[in-house]
């Protein structure tokens, strides 16, 4: 049962960059007056201003998570009740739940093959700058299109990293593949995603992966990172050549994730195919990259570091984890050859 609490609006702090918008609240819970933080995503539930009464979803503050440790809000009572639907739309997104919301999807009715073109899979968020960054560098004026996938936070509006990227013309587009939703294009599948990004939006290559907040479970499968498996499979089965971004790390207290994570190297064995893994200088060589192609990089981490790019991971920065940029950055470069 889903954990919900009522709750008043006493600050709106900012409203986040995007196609819809994320508001960032403080609001005061009406069983015992805790003031907490929390979020509204404008496109499904509307703008709120000080003192809408609202509904929030209370259960990540509760059980103590770090990823999506705030309240959001599901429903505004006071102004949010006067949304209509869509009559352009015919499909939908986050269906059969509370919060389904039709949209218009971008996949072409046609399927073209194969469509050429390469396609990098992250498996962390906070790869994304690096990764398109070290690909305009390798190649300048590339056609990046960027596909949100599962794995981590769903609304498209949510990464200010995004809103960045697209204005420093380091990505060309976003689509959001379900069950992501809310970017500027929205996408059935990551392989629809793919295929309209190519065969209809001019688009030289693709980074896909989670939005921020990659979920976790301490498993070798359960977390978030398995998403670039099957945006592999579908890129390769497209025609695509097919780039996977090494997780790796110096900075990771945790063993699991020090040296190249297992999240890599599980994708590693149980990938079908052949794939592309740029690695920087002091990146280890594991079994897993055996039947793997290669591709040795020496990537700039002072250039990076000088863009004014994100450059935190895990609350940790740049010279706190120059591993886990190194090999982010040779992902991208990797995917600039690639194409």
């Not at 869509?86 to 949209?103: A, E, I, T, W």
């Not at 090494?246 to 207290?253: E, M, V, W």
């Amino acid at each position: 049962m889903l954990c919900l609490r009522r709750a008043t609006v006493i600050e709106v702090e900012r409203a986040a960059s995007g196609v819809r918008g994320i508001e960032y609240l403080v609001v005061e819970l009406s069983d015992g007056g805790d003031r907490r933080a929390a979020y509204a995503d404008v496109g499904l539930v509307g703008g709120c201003v000080v003192g809408d009464d609202v509904i929030v979803n209370v259960e990540a503050v509760e059980l103590g998570l770090g990823s999506g440790g705030s309240d959001v809000v599901l429903a505004n009572l006071t102004r949010g009740l006067e949304g209509a639907a869509d009559s352009g739309c015919h499909v939908m997104k986050l269906n059969y739940s509370p919060l389904q919301h039709g949209v218009d999807p971008v996949e072409p009715a046609e399927l073209e093959l194969p469509l050429g073109g390469a396609v990098a899979a992250f498996q962390l968020h906070g790869q994304l700058a690096p990764v398109a960054w070290a690909a305009a560098r390798e190649r300048p004026g590339l056609r990046v299109g960027y596909v949100q996938t599962g794995g981590g936070a769903l609304p498209g509006a949510f990464s200010a990293t995004v809103a960045e990227l697209l204005d420093r013309e380091l990505l060309c587009d976003h689509i959001t593949a379900a069950p992501a939703y809310g970017a500027a294009a929205e996408a059935m599948s990551t392989a629809g995603a793919l295929h309209a990004g190519f065969a209809e939006r001019g688009w030289d290559c693709a980074v896909a992966g989670p939005g921020p907040g990659i979920i976790g479970s301490a498993t070798a499968l359960g977390h978030g990172g398995m998403v670039a498996l099957d945006t592999l499979h579908a890129a390769l089965a497209l025609g695509c050549a097919g780039v996977l971004v090494a997780r790796a790390s110096s900075g990771d207290p945790r063993a699991r994730h020090q040296g190249i994570s297992h999240h890599t190297r599980s994708v590693l064995r149980l990938l079908l195919l052949e794939v592309t893994v740029g690695l920087g200088p002091r990146a280890p060589r594991t079994d897993e990259l055996a039947r793997h192609n290669v591709v040795d990089t020496d990537p700039d981490l002072d250039a990076y570091a000088a863009s004014g790019l994100p450059a935190r991971t895990m609350g940790r920065d740049l010279r706190e984890d120059e591993l886990f940029f190194e090999q982010a950055l040779a992902g991208g470069i990797a995917l600039a050859r690639a194409a």
